[in-house]
């Protein structure tokens, strides 16, 4: 019998839960039809009354309502909506300043730059050593003529967590609107919109054992916001573009499935994977140590390079990702590593680890043996230097 192959990667992508599967195939085999409203044909009413449940469904785990729930084609798309939408919206009438951090994601790190090239002004909020936004730095850089705030929940690579009440506190006392990306937090840790004073919030499906291509932005009532890609007049004129009913039911399911169950196995395999990594000599954890996502294990080894780690664990049946240039379209060190104070070093020889629905308890003794072994192998032959 082959040799089971260990998927650790799942703030990359999730396995789809059958599950979830099996409650999308209606949509795509039998109501099939354009979503409708009652005055349409049968299926496409019947259409309708499924993405609207969903919607009901999703909107309820964020405390929100039905009606603050837009769908979209998954996290990117939803924070490019929150923050252009909200700079169309804003732009011409508060001011073109925006404020950020420069350890966010890809979609607000670059729909940011993308709105400076069109006249708008970035600010970066400083953080400190474990990726944590300075909050004091963050009360003095908010202008009057600051439109948004737009500060992750939870970070993609090390699992840090933001103190997102805390943010949203200060961002209602300067006036100024609040999004936060929800992607990697989303089903994991509670935002409850009725407790967190937050305006807009991205969360997507595929990192739930959910499907891809579907996500959603929570805009709350009255934010102002505009619509920046052109089409139809679906989800509340925001979006233009046929609805992914499929996708929007297999989202609500996906979000069902979750347990707290489940999510406290996961952390318990994330304290175990970070123990035993941490024994390895000149190992590092990046991230911080209590405030940090319930799945995600990142540690840096010197004298070794994380592309090298990488393949090697993919020879041993395990796949893992990096934080080092090699594996970058961009050529380009972990702009979280570095944004946190990390060297190159730092940067090229960091690990990440994710543990999904699918992980055994035995693959956190696996991959600790396995990164043991591999990263003393690796430091034998390292050009980068010695143990010390």
């Not at 909506?81 to 670059?110: Q, R």
């Not at 400076?116 to 970066?124: A, I």
């Not at 994991?188 to 291509?213: E, F, K, S, Y």
């Not at 991230?287 to 090697?312: A, I, K, T, Y």
């Amino acid at each position: 019998m082959p040799k089971r192959f260990i998927y650790l990667d799942n703030a990359a992508a999730t396995r789809l839960d059958e599950r979830v599967l099996e409650a999308m195939k209606p949509y795509f085999f039998e109501t099939y039809a354009v979503a409708t409203s009652q005055f349409g044909y049968s299926p496409g009413i019947e259409a309708k009354d499924a993405l609207e449940e969903a919607r009901a469904r999703l909107a309820a785990t964020l405390g929100a309502k039905p009606e603050e729930f837009v769908f979209t084609s998954g996290d990117a798309e939803s924070s490019n909506m929150a923050l252009k939408g909200v700079a169309l919206a804003l732009g011409t009438k508060k001011g073109k300043h925006i404020v950020t951090s420069p350890i966010e994601d890809f979609p607000v790190l670059y729909s940011a730059r993308a709105l400076e090239r069109q006249g708008f002004e970035v600010s970066y909020v400083r953080v400190d050593e474990t990726g944590r936004v300075d909050l004091d730095h963050l009360r003095e850089i908010i202008r009057p003529d600051t439109i948004l705030v737009s500060i992750q929940a939870a970070n993609q690579e090390i699992g840090t967590l933001q103190d997102v009440a805390a943010i949203g506190a200060i961002c209602r006392e300067k006036g100024t609107l609040f999004h936060t990306d929800a992607t990697h937090a989303f089903g994991r840790v509670p935002i409850n919109t009725q407790q967190v004073p937050v305006d807009l919030i991205t969360v997507t499906a595929h990192l739930i054992h959910g499907p891809r291509g579907i996500g959603g932005l929570y805009v709350r009532e009255g934010t102002p916001i505009a619509k920046w890609m052109d089409g139809g007049f679906q989800e509340f004129n925001l979006r233009g573009g046929v609805e992914n009913i499929p996708g929007a039911v297999g989202f609500a399911k996906a979000v069902e499935l979750i347990t707290e169950e489940e999510t406290a196995r996961l952390r318990t395999w994330r304290d175990e994977a970070i123990a035993r990594l941490l024994e390895i000599p000149h190992a590092r954890l990046n991230g911080h140590p209590v405030h940090r996502l319930p799945h995600n294990v990142n540690v840096s080894f010197r004298f070794v390079e994380g592309e090298s780690v990488l393949l090697h664990l993919d020879m041993r049946g395990f796949a893992v990702s990096t934080g080092s240039a090699c594996f970058s379209r961009s050529l380009e060190a972990s702009h979280v590593i570095l944004g946190i104070g990390g060297n190159h070093e730092r940067a090229h020889g960091s690990v990440r680890i994710t543990f999904g629905r699918y992980n055994e308890p035995e693959d956190v003794e696996a991959i600790a043996t396995a990164l043991r072994e591999v990263v003393e192998t690796l430091r034998k032959i390292s050009p980068l230097g010695k143990e010390e």
